[in-house]
């Protein structure tokens, strides 16, 4: 690792904790150790105090001024993000609707020497986050919106019950809600190869709490998810504070673009690149989007 790479890293993340910039060391190899275990077991990993606490009000003071550039619209969704009207049987779950009402700030409107964007585009962070994950490399997506967001969940909105479009994600939790805001996810409900659409199907009916796991997370936590086999959402906010998480998307292969019919919904709009794509998505399985 150049010089340079590791005081970049040394200023973001509290390297005495989590060794980013020793990959060779035994202190990486033990973090790794720790959260490849705990996606092995339940999907998901949390490391807390990942940020320097030095930087823990910069970066909620930064994420809070992007919170207003947030494509905000409550419409009605289901847990695989595919047009409620697409044909499918009567009781798939597909065909419970929701109303959604969070928000996200597209990657556009994130600057380059923004924290997040930073620590997203970071050379040994990728390299942590393949190690964690299992993989030789980790790839920014392709897509120009929603590589990286900021995801801004306001009072009385939740994030409803939903699977990634990416075999997992990275999240930072940059401010927590007064009250409410809780992470709920179901470790691994599907794989590649099952839709597991019973399960799924409990859950959304109410009935499968028995599956629902919880985590408190503070600011400054990174989180490591495989959120396109674990269904998951963010419980309704409560109080007069918005929980805002920045979400750093990065895929086993790269070219992936968000379709355009779920970049529309997330964003309000899309680019030449979701269009030029449309038909032709990487995706590293048959399943629902």
């Not at 990286?148 to 009385?156: A, M, Q, S, T």
């Given at each position: 690792m150049v010089a340079a790479e590791a005081r970049a890293v040394e200023r973001l993340v509290n390297t005495v904790r989590y060794p980013l910039d020793e990959p060779a060391g035994?202190?990486?190899?033990?973090?790794?150790?720790?959260?490849?275990?705990?996606?092995?077991?339940?999907?998901?990993?949390?490391?807390?105090?990942?940020?320097?606490?030095?930087?823990?009000?910069?970066?909620r003071e930064e994420c809070a001024a992007l919170a207003p550039y947030a494509h905000f619209d409550v419409e009605t969704v289901n847990a695989y993000n595919i047009d409620v009207t697409t044909p499918l049987p009567d009781d798939h779950p597909g065909r419970i609707t929701v109303r959604r009402g969070n928000a996200f700030v597209a990657r556009d409107r994130i600057p380059a020497g923004a924290i997040v964007h930073r620590l997203y585009t970071s050379g040994p962070f990728q390299r942590f986050v393949a190690g964690c994950f299992g993989l030789p490399r980790v790839h920014e997506l392709a897509d120009p919106l929603?590589?990286?967001?900021?995801?801004?969940?306001?009072?009385?909105?939740?994030?409803?019950?939903?699977?990634?479009?990416?075999?997992?994600?990275?999240?930072?939790?940059?401010?927590?809600?007064?009250?409410?805001?809780?992470?709920?996810?179901?470790?691994?409900?599907?794989?590649a190869q099952d839709e597991n659409l019973g399960a799924v199907r409990r859950v959304l009916t109410g009935a499968g709490g028995d599956m629902i796991r919880r985590l408190i997370l503070r600011p400054g936590d990174l989180q490591l998810f495989k959120g396109r086999y674990s269904l998951h959402r963010v419980s309704t906010v409560r109080g007069a504070t918005a929980r805002h998480t920045a979400i750093l998307a990065y895929s086993e292969r790269p070219g992936v673009v968000g379709s355009v019919a779920r970049t529309r919904q997330l964003f309000g709009r899309v680019l030449p690149e979701h269009l030029a794509a449309q038909g032709r998505a990487v995706r590293v399985d048959r399943l629902l989007d």
């Open positions: 035994a202190g990486w190899d033990a973090a790794v150790s720790r959260v490849r275990s705990e996606l092995d077991n339940s999907g998901c990993a949390v490391l807390p105090g990942f940020i320097r606490a030095a930087l823990h009000d910069e970066l929603s590589g990286l967001c900021l995801n801004v969940v306001g009072p009385g909105m939740q994030h409803p019950w939903h699977f990634d479009t990416n075999e997992f994600t990275v999240s930072l939790l940059t401010r927590e809600a007064a009250d409410g805001g809780v992470f709920e996810y179901c470790p691994n409900i599907r794989s």
